[in-house]
T-cell receptor
């Protein structure tokens, strides 16, 4: 059964600090993995997409890593800002075109 | 470029009543999705359209949910009769590509449903 687990479930950090969010998935065969940011009351917005051959990809202060062998991904946020407060959702996609949304990690950045 | 438009943003109804949500995708996007997002969970696919044809509706509770996309553009999602467990945000997304593995999904802001 295709599953996605994310940790931690929620996280509170001080503005300016770094943090790393984790994602474990069991989607197989695997095609690619996206990270989405979902602000409260808004729809998800894509941050990065990684194929099975990519190990790391950056988008500004966001850096995603992928280990397709261990089926793990992480999202690292550098120098956090108040606007980073949101839910971050890991979304692996299988070669069968099935997209599985994880439960998300809720991040709160406080001054 | 205009994004995905959804309405209404909020709806409160009593159980056993009916409700309808509307979605207008990004111009030119042939693929349209409806997702259900329960508080604290990730979105769950209800139905996927390619133009006006259904690609996947395997997780749509067809006894109470229905969706249509008659002219391959706008779409409506209807719930009748609503149950308490239908309380959720209903997200519409569109994509330029048919395959979710190659096309980025662009989401609307969602329609939040509360069933009392």
């Amino acid at each position: 059964k295709n599953q996605v687990e994310q940790s931690p479930q929620s996280l509170i950090i001080l503005e300016g600090k770094n943090c790393t969010l984790q994602c474990n998935y069991t989607v197989s065969p695997f095609s690619n993995l996206r990270w989405y940011k979902q602000d409260t009351g808004r729809g998800p917005v894509s941050l990065t997409i990684m194929t099975f051959s990519e190990n790391t990809k950056s988008n500004g202060r966001y850096t995603a890593t992928l280990d397709a062998d261990t089926k793990q991904s992480s999202l690292h946020i550098t120098a956090s800002q108040l606007s980073d407060s949101a839910s971050y959702i890991c979304v692996p996609c299988g070669e069968d075109d099935k997209v599985i949304f994880g439960p998300g990690t809720s991040l709160s950045v406080i001054p | 470029e205009a994004g995905v438009a959804q309405s209404p943003r909020y709806k409160i109804i009593e159980k056993r009543q009916s409700v309808a949500f509307w979605c207008n995708p990004i111009s030119g996007h042939a693929t349209l999705y409806w997702y259900q997002q329960i508080l604290g969970q990730g979105p769950k696919l209800l139905i996927q359209f390619q133009n006006n044809g259904v690609v996947d509706d395997s997780q749509l509770p067809k006894d109470r949910f229905s969706a249509e996309r008659l002219k391959g553009v706008d779409s409506t999602l209807k719930i009748q009769p609503a149950k308490l467990e239908d309380s959720a945000v209903y997200l519409c997304a569109s994509s330029l590509h048919r395959a979710a593995s190659t096309g980025e999904l662009f989401f609307g802001e969602g329609s939040r449903l509360t069933v009392l």
